[in-house]
């Protein structure tokens, strides 16, 4: 797999979502934060973005068609190449369990990107946006 050679991009984000609204409200907001967003529609688009990027984290729906969030996970947690990504899931779901039982955050939704963007801040360091970064801001 590509993967391996790609580095890793701390600063850019995958959203996978099927539905292209959350997709562009999730990434207008990132982009705000400062960060890159690439996206995708589905977990087997995703896999396809992995070969050719390494994302610093990504942002995955856990209901979807194709290939769901979960099964994705799965997919990620078993390639070595890819499986310390950092993952926020997302879901519609009311089981309030389910952050359990994937072994990480979860956001809810309809997505409260007030609390998305807090989440951030607390799960990834690499959150500080570039403008207090000092000199390695990009200008």
Not at 55 to 64: R, T
Request: one cysteine or more.
């Amino acid at each position: 797999m590509k993967a391996a050679a790609v580095s890793p991009r701390s600063r850019l984000v995958l959203i996978v979502d099927d539905d292209r609204d959350v997709r562009d409200a999730m990434a207008e907001l990132l982009q705000d934060e400062g960060y890159e967003c690439l996206q995708a529609k589905n977990g087997l688009e995703a896999l396809a973005v992995l070969k050719v990027e390494r994302p610093g984290l990504l942002l995955v729906d856990l209901i979807m068609p194709i290939m769901n969030g979960v099964d994705l996970l799965v997919r990620l947690r078993q390639d070595p190449c890819l499986r310390d990504i950092p993952v926020i899931a997302m879901t519609a779901a009311n089981d309030r369990m389910v952050g359990v039982k994937l072994d990480g955050p979860v956001l809810h939704k309809p997505i409260d990107l007030t609390l998305l963007s807090q989440m951030l801040a607390q799960y990834y360091p690499f959150s500080q946006h570039p403008a207090e970064a000092g000199s390695e801001a990009p200008r």
